[in-house]
């Protein structure tokens, strides 16, 4: 049974994890779009994001371009950098490592993130930086407090997560890249250039990580490290939800697994929150396990006894 104190802290738990969760969830969503249509391990995705905020901080106050225009340019040249590397780094690795291409693009895209986050500090600095842009506005509901950037957040991450669906689901674009992540070779031989769906695919994915990206600088500050969390959280909710998995559902899936890890605080210290998210990732992967040992034993059994 909740105190008053308690149920105070769980309605405001409960708040800050769905507007932070469909932070993460748009987060998820990318990184699940990429890796279930491409096979790629994109680890640098965390590059992407830090990136992304940073553009948007260089266009508003080096360039003293406003907001809005400044947010837009640095999520789209974001995403185009995010194509850019399935098409320069990862494709031609993947086509010259052979059987170990998986491993090649792993390694090259673990680089790409180390060195994308030291190349930021040797541009930007080290030093968090200070991200402003609308005026910020706190509102309170539910005995719970929280900022217009949580609304517009949330907002952004549904209608993107929508306009997706409905691409995937009623357009020839969305056809082929369901076509190719389902069979990248066969989706070749009927005449569609899956080189190309892995590219939009990456440009797409990228897009969420800078939309999210962008909110969370708003909110908070800027780092060159920023990007090292939300990378492992998006890798995490791809794998619970499937990343063969509709947007909507890789999306509510970021936004429950935030909020068990808001609720874990409540009992953990903060610094411990994150352990709950890896080990509801380990109970589902272990239960996956055992339902395949299970699956197996039950077709393994009659062929020992015909024999």
Same mark, same amino acid.
């Given at each position: 049974?909740?105190?008053?104190?308690?149920?105070?802290?769980?309605?405001?738990?409960?708040?800050?994890?769905?507007?932070?969760?469909?932070?993460?969830?748009?987060?998820?969503?990318?990184?699940?779009? +990429?890796? *279930? $249509?491409?096979?790629?391990?994109?680890?640098?995705?965390?590059?992407?994001? &830090?990136?992304?905020?940073?553009?948007?901080?260089?266009?508003?106050?080096?360039?003293?371009?406003?907001?809005?225009?400044?947010?837009?340019?640095?999520?789209?040249?974001?995403?185009?950098?995010?194509?850019?590397?399935?098409?320069?780094?990862?494709?031609?690795?993947?086509?010259?490592?052979?059987?170990?291409? !998986?491993?090649?693009?792993?390694?090259?895209?673990? *680089? !790409?993130?180390?060195?994308?986050?030291?190349?930021?500090?040797?541009?930007?600095?080290?030093?968090?930086?200070?991200?402003?842009?609308?005026?910020?506005?706190?509102? &309170?509901?539910?005995?719970?407090?929280?900022?217009?950037?949580?609304?517009?957040?949330?907002?952004?991450? $549904?209608? +993107? $997560?929508?306009?997706?669906?409905?691409?995937?689901?009623?357009?020839?674009? *969305?056809?082929?890249?369901?076509? &190719?992540?389902?069979?990248?070779? !066969?989706? /070749?031989?009927?005449? +569609?250039?899956?080189?190309?769906?892995?590219?939009?695919?990456?440009?797409?994915?990228?897009?969420?990580?800078?939309?999210?990206?962008?909110?969370?600088?708003?909110?908070?500050?800027?780092?060159?490290?920023?990007?090292?969390?939300?990378?492992?959280?998006?890798?995490?909710?791809?794998?619970?939800?499937?990343?063969?998995?509709?947007?909507?559902?890789?999306?509510?899936? *970021?936004?429950?697994? &935030?909020?068990?890890?808001?609720?874990?605080?409540?009992?953990?210290?903060?610094?411990?929150?994150?352990?709950?998210?890896?080990?509801?990732? $380990?109970?589902?992967?272990?239960?996956?396990?055992?339902?395949?040992?299970?699956?197996?034993?039950?077709?393994? /059994?009659?062929? !020992?006894?015909?024999?």
């Amino acid at each position: 049974m909740l105190y008053a104190a308690d149920w105070l802290t769980f309605r405001q738990l409960t708040v800050s994890g769905f507007f932070r969760g469909t932070g993460y969830g748009l987060l998820g969503v990318g990184f699940a779009l +990429i890796l *279930g $249509v491409t096979g790629r391990f994109h680890f640098a995705y965390g590059f992407t994001y &830090t990136l992304a905020v940073y553009l948007a901080f260089t266009f508003t106050f080096r360039l003293d371009w406003p907001f809005w225009p400044s947010a837009v340019l640095a999520v789209v040249v974001t995403g185009l950098f995010g194509a850019g590397l399935e098409r320069t780094v990862y494709r031609p690795l993947a086509n010259n490592a052979g059987p170990t291409a !998986l491993l090649a693009v792993f390694v090259a895209a673990l *680089g !790409l993130g180390i060195a994308g986050e030291n190349v930021i500090r040797l541009f930007w600095g080290s030093e968090t930086q200070a991200y402003y842009g609308p005026t910020r506005k706190g509102y &309170t509901w539910w005995d719970s407090t929280f900022l217009n950037f949580d609304v517009w957040q949330a907002a952004s991450g $549904v209608a +993107i $997560v929508v306009v997706l669906t409905l691409m995937l689901r009623y357009t020839s674009l *969305g056809r082929r890249i369901k076509a &190719t992540r389902s069979n990248p070779d !066969l989706a /070749r031989t009927i005449g +569609i250039d899956a080189d190309r769906t892995y590219v939009i695919c990456f440009f797409l994915g990228t897009i969420c990580a800078g939309v999210s990206a962008i909110w969370y600088g708003l909110k908070f500050t800027v780092a060159p490290d920023i990007g090292s969390s939300p990378v492992i959280y998006a890798f995490v909710i791809a794998f619970l939800a499937g990343t063969a998995s509709s947007p909507i559902r890789v999306f509510i899936t *970021g936004i429950v697994v &935030t909020m068990v890890e808001q609720y874990s605080s409540m009992w953990l210290s903060v610094r411990w929150t994150q352990t709950a998210v890896f080990v509801i990732l $380990v109970g589902y992967l272990s239960v996956l396990a055992i339902k395949s040992s299970a699956f197996r034993a039950r077709f393994r /059994r009659p062929s !020992l006894s015909r024999a």
